[in-house]
């Protein structure tokens, strides 16, 4: 199979222009065109993840953390990043990360995590800004209906749960074709009237030239009217962490064990606020910049990592604090890539790796 069919899928699931400006997430080693027989998924690129792809004859290796962040000037191995994309080069082996576009999108990172703590109904707890516009779109009245299918099937008209979301006004569409015009209705030099349908659709950012391209191709006018504005509407499905609800409240030294079960965690945490939990804020990785969005939505705790000492003290009496470490609060992020392509591809192999990439030791 071609690189390009297994980015394409990945890339449709979580889109590229939702990642951080930071980040490095795509493809940053091999081409689209490659074959590979196999994925090989984990959470860091290291070494011995290389080593076995390549001992496992598998050329495309996908990880959630990309392994270069920054601008290489040098390659002569002077350190892990260097080695592995050496190493990589040598041996054919793609590397690919999808990291904060994953984080990013409601059924990613985040949302599984909130499926390991048995919340199903859950929502983004920072929603992103600026990510909807609204594309309207004039088209004769019995053109209406293609084109509008043309539009939800490049990734239009989607609100949250529902899809072939759109609003639809009938008017008087006036036009007068000139010299070098090819007018489907009317002809040059005449003053034409057609009843027109004026449609509204809201579209995410990353699918507007998708969808601009497919209102194109199925509008039967030589020129197509249309507007893009941009909204201040956010949504509940881009954006950062997670808020849910637990079925039932929980005692919290339960709750704790239970987090420490599931993700194999040594907990920090700040002094519980209530005796009992039943709303949580979640985000996989590095998420003190999410505490005041926590405290905010009146959750009882925020599970995430990497919180700095005086950081703690914001919980200031208003939210429980659990840090659980950032590879045990993605660790299952190998398996949501891996189920997403296992069921994308149910006949291709798809590898979770055996390596631990845990940087970090306990005593």
Known sequence: MKIKNIIEVLESWAPLKLQESYDNSGLIVGAPHWETNGVLVALDCLESVVDEAISKGIHLVVTHHPIVFNGLKKFNGSNYVERVVMKAIKHDVALYAIHTNLDNVAWGVNGKIMDVLGISSHVVLSPAQGILRKFQVY???????????????????????????????????????????????????????????KIEFIVPSFACQAVELAARASHPYEEMAYDWIDLVNTTNEYGAGALGVLKEPVDFMSFLRQVKSEFGATIKYTKPIKDLVKTVAVCGGSGSFLLDAAKRANADVLITSDFKYHDYFDADNSICILDIGHYESERFTIDLITERLSKKFPKFAVLKTEVNTNPIQYY
């Open 139 to 197: 088209v004769p009245v019995e053109g209406a209906e293609e084109l509008a299918k043309a539009v939800y099937s490049a990734g239009g008209g989607k609100i949250s749960n529902y899809e072939a979301c759109s609003f639809k006004s009938i008017g008087e569409g006036t036009f007068k074709p000139i010299s070098g015009a090819s007018p489907v209705i009317g002809s040059v030099g005449k003053h034409e009237y057609v009843q027109e349908a």
